[in-house]
T-cell receptor, first 114, second 114 residues
Framework: KAGVTQTPRYLIKTRGQQVTLSCSPISGHRSVSWYQQTPGQGLQFLFEYFSETQRNKGNFPGRFSGRQFSNSRSEMNVSTLELGDSALYLC?????????????FGPGTRLTVT | AQSVTQLGSHVSVSEGALVLLRCNYSSSVPPYLFWYVQYPNQGLQLLLKYTTGATLVKGINGFEAEFKKSETSFHLTKPSAHMSDAAEYFCAVIVNNAGNMLTFGGGTRLMVKP
């Protein structure tokens, strides 16, 4: 099976712009989670989607949003970018919430805000 | 709320020596516990997990970890370090009513000296 894919892999944006990142989960996986990784804050949970519904949300401002499509692909959007949004954004997929939560991570999208 | 503490942000061992990476968690309910590894410019790869049952868990690449409820610990060990083990290691926890929301420790960078 193909792994989790994320596009684009690298992105440079300017403060105030918005950005959309995409994640395609492993085939058959219905849960998609997003994480932000920065040197200062480490790995932080953004949100989880399961069957097109947001199931969990981390402690991030409303500028961070996401959605999941019927084919389980997911996108996250960050509006009004700030310098502090520069990070590696990781997507993870999991077969089902009922299983022991084994998640498979994609390679990430490296976002740089200038 | 749960939290994860990894003692030592950097650990250095000689090739062939024992690897011990420490992880302690706090959780009001029994958690699921995980160790992930991250190589440079890559996503996270699951090394091993504890959900229920046997408290000594074996993972990939010769790593293992033991869940000790009384000590709220889940330390990662490997008998003999290899140069290819140099990477960053993350301990993580999911509380069983939190879907797939992983809470990560701050990470430990393992360096292996020849």
């Amino acid at each position: 099976k193909a792994g989790v894919t994320q596009t684009p892999r690298y992105l440079i944006k300017t403060r105030g712009q918005q950005v959309t990142l995409s994640c395609s989960p492993i085939s058959g996986h219905r849960s998609v989670s997003w994480y932000q990784q920065t040197p200062g804050q480490g790995l932080q949970f953004l949100f989880e989607y399961f069957s097109e519904t947001q199931r969990n949300k981390g402690n991030f401002p409303g500028r961070f949003s996401g959605r999941q499509f019927s084919n389980s692909r997911s996108e996250m959007n960050v509006s009004t970018l700030e310098l502090g949004d520069s990070a590696l954004y990781l997507c993870a997929s999991s077969p089902d919430r009922a299983t022991p939560h084994e998640q498979y991570f994609g390679p990430g999208t490296r976002l740089t805000v200038t | 709320a749960q939290s994860v503490t990894q003692l030592g942000s950097h650990v250095s061992v000689s090739e062939g020596a024992l690897v011990l990476l420490r992880c302690n968690y706090s959780s009001s309910v029994p958690p699921y516990l995980f160790w992930y590894v991250q190589y440079p410019n890559q996503g996270l790869q699951l090394l091993l997990k504890y959900t229920t049952g046997a408290t000594l868990v074996k993972g990939i690449n010769g790593f293992e970890a033991e869940f000790k409820k009384s000590e709220t610990s889940f330390h990662l060990t490997k008998p003999s370090a290899h140069m290819s083990d140099a990477a960053e290691y993350f301990c993580a926890v999911i509380v069983n009513n939190a879907g797939n929301m992983l809470t990560f420790g701050g990470g430990t960078r393992l360096m292996v000296k020849p």
